[in-house]
């Protein structure tokens, strides 16, 4: 069985940083993609940043380009999400995606196969 747990959300100032982890279980995802999205209340869920094949590649969304930054450890079966320079605009259940395959799409929901619970950030201003 598969399993995606997220880690690390909370409440922060605006200015501020969090960590957010994924660990992954029943399964690796070292050579597909493991990415990171999120929902903000009555908005659809929208993509933040991807890793794939083994962290050679990343994307982010425009968004959050030059603040967050993706990682993945391999040996451990994780992702995590460094952001920095957090704003209120950036509050939203935030969740982690994996998929095995090999594909050149990554930013839509329906690309991933697995998901974590979702872990809530909120920025204050």
């Known amino acids: 069985q598969v399993q995606l747990v997220e880690s690390g959300g909370g409440l922060v100032q605006a200015g501020g940083s969090l960590r957010l982890s994924c660990a992954a279980s029943g399964r690796t995802f070292s050579g597909g993609r493991m990415s990171w999205f999120r929902q903000a209340p009555g908005k659809e869920r929208g993509f933040v940043a991807a890793?794939?094949?083994?962290?050679?590649?990343?994307y982010y969304a425009d968004s959050v380009k030059g603040r967050f930054t993706i990682s993945r450890d391999n040996a451990k079966n994780e992702v995590y999400l460094q952001m920095n320079s957090l704003s209120p605009e950036d509050t939203a259940v935030y969740y982690c995606a994996a998929d095995a395959r090999i594909s050149s799409s990554y930013n839509r929901p329906s690309d991933y196969e697995y998901w974590g619970q979702g872990t809530q950030v909120t920025v204050s201003s």
């Open positions: 890793i794939i094949r083994n962290g050679i590649i990343t």
